[in-house]
T-cell receptor, first 115, second 112 residues
């Protein structure tokens, strides 16, 4: 089936530094998403992105977070500066359309540890 | 806002036993309901989905029925195999370009 790739698979970073998480979505998909999962807790929606713009963001999407997809390359999540509570697994997803019936395809996640 | 509740954190079964995972949801809209499955080291992948247009979905021997009256979307399989061992998420999608709402997940372990 369609594959979403995420780079890197693991990242360890000191608090206060910047980190960029990369996502290579399914090639013909137009909608992109980031989710956050803290160990033992629910997967939670952060943000979605379409046509170069953020469509919707949750309260977890702090001012220190930003997303972009320059020139059809990776869809990225940047955190600057990082905080201890940013430690989590971040999943990228993509879908062809934005309607609620459409399937979102998920990557394997990036495990971020902030020390 | 939307919410999804999975009360069973873990289910342990022997092969060929019946699997039932309970899921209830809350929303003010007309959602699509999904079951996603996650294997170790991978992201969640779609198992099945059901929209308001139909009541039942099935895939790979799994079935789920969308019951608007009880706001439930339970997952079941008549006879599990060891390869069904994974984490199963009940998920709600509602509205245009909205993020999905996940349940906490149920870890299913099947032993030969």
């Amino acid at each position: 089936g369609p594959k979403v790739l995420q780079i890197p698979s693991h990242q360890i970073i000191d608090m206060g530094q910047m980190v960029t998480l990369n996502c290579d979505p399914v090639s013909n998909h137009l909608y992109f998403y980031w989710y956050k999962q803290i160990l033992g807790q629910q997967m939670e929606f952060l943000v979605n992105f379409y046509n170069g713009k953020v469509m919707e963001k949750s309260k977890l999407f702090k001012d220190q977070f930003s997303v972009e997809r320059p020139d059809g390359s990776y869809f990225t999540l940047k955190i600057q500066p990082t905080a201890l509570e940013d430690s989590a697994v971040y999943f990228c997803a993509s879908s062809l359309r934005g309607v609620n019936q459409d399937t979102q395809y998920f990557g394997p996640g990036t495990r971020l540890l902030v020390l | 806002g939307n919410s999804v509740t999975q009360m069973q954190g873990q289910v342990t079964l022997s092969e060929e036993e019946f699997l039932f995972i309970n899921c209830t949801y809350s929303t003010t809209g007309y959602p699509t309901l999904f079951w996603y499955v996650q294997y170790p080291g991978e992201g969640p992948q779609l198992l099945l989905k059901v929209t308001t247009a139909n009541n039942k979905g099935s895939s790979r021997g799994f079935e789920a029925t969308y019951d608007k009256g009880t706001t439930s979307f339970h997952l079941q399989k008549a006879s599990v195999q060891e390869s069904d061992s994974a984490v199963y998420y009940c998920v709600l999608g509602e509205g245009y370009a909205q993020g999905l709402t996940f349940g906490l997940g149920t870890r299913v372990s099947v032993f030969p």
